[in-house]
Nanobody, 115 residues
Framework: VQLVESGGGLVQPGGSLRLSCAAS????????MSWYRQAPGKERELVAA????????NYGDSMKGRFTISRDNAKNTVYLQMNSLKPEDTAVYYC?????????WGQGTQVTVSS
């Protein structure tokens, strides 16, 4: 099983980034998928989640209206479009797949929002 995130980097406040998470080794289309983030000295928090078919999404309160989660089951990939980025969005962003007792984490990708 692999979850490989990409798309992180340094961006100025107000900018945008699109993260991708490529999945392999499991039946991607059966799994709800999520993005989490963890900033230095803080607990890991939910950023966004999407149902297995993509018809249902939910977001952390501070991300609503700025971030959009989506998925392409044909490509085994989940995305996170982040707009209007703020310095407080700086964190390592992780992809997460969970179904039943099966739980998988990616290695994370760093997002830094700074001028």
């Amino acid at each position: 099983v692999q979850l490989v995130e990409s798309g992180g980097g340094l961006v100025q406040p107000g900018g945008s980034l699109r993260l991708s998470c490529a999945a392999s080794g499991f039946t991607f289309s059966s799994y709800p998928m999520s993005w989490y983030r963890q900033a230095p000295g803080k607990e890991r928090e939910l950023v966004a989640a999407i149902s297995s078919a993509g018809g249902s999404t939910n977001y952390g309160d501070s991300m609503k209206g700025r971030f959009t989660i989506s998925r392409d089951n044909a490509k085994n990939t989940v995305y996170l479009q982040m707009n209007s980025l703020k310095p407080e969005d700086t964190a390592v962003y992780y992809c997460y797949a969970a179904w039943g007792r099966n739980k998988y984490w990616g290695q994370g990708t760093q997002v830094t929002v700074s001028s």
